[in-house]
Nanobody, 125 residues
Framework: QVQLVESGGGLVQAGGSLRLSCAAS????????MGWFRQAPGKEREFVGV????????YYADSVQGRFTIYRDNAKNTVYVQMNSLKPEDTAVYYC??????????????????WGQGTQVTVSS
């Protein structure tokens, strides 16, 4: 079992920045890739990006490419997403998730095994 706890959400003006954190506990020695998703009211949960367990590059959705950066500190069992140049359309509840690591990039929520409770990000225009 892996427990995930997100933090760092809040209200920010368009063009601003936020950094979300996801602290993992439990079986963090397993080879999990860590994904970030978001869900706006009335919409399906949407893939934001993913980072492999060890090595490799992060992969991002087109909508956040160049603005968001996912990185991890394995010593702290924490994954971060730095969000810059935020837009009102980035408003959503953001979730971190843990899923199997491997060559194939997993972008569907059903492919991830563990989820945090989510943190709200609101971008005002």
């Amino acid at each position: 079992q892996v427990q995930l706890v997100e933090s760092g959400g809040g209200l920010v003006q368009a063009g601003g920045s936020l950094r979300l954190s996801c602290a993992a506990s439990g079986r963090t020695d397993s080879s999990y890739a860590m994904g970030w998703f978001r869900q706006a009211p009335g919409k399906e949960r949407e893939f934001v990006g993913v980072i492999p367990r060890i090595g490799g590059s992060s992969y991002y959705a087109d909508s956040v490419q160049g603005r968001f950066t996912i990185y991890r500190d394995n010593a702290k069992n924490t994954v971060y997403v730095q969000m810059n140049s935020l837009k009102p359309e980035d408003t959503a509840v953001y979730y971190c998730s843990a899923g199997p690591s491997g060559r194939r990039v997993r972008t569907r929520p059903s492919e991830y095994d563990y989820w945090g409770q989510g943190t709200q990000v609101t971008v005002s225009s």
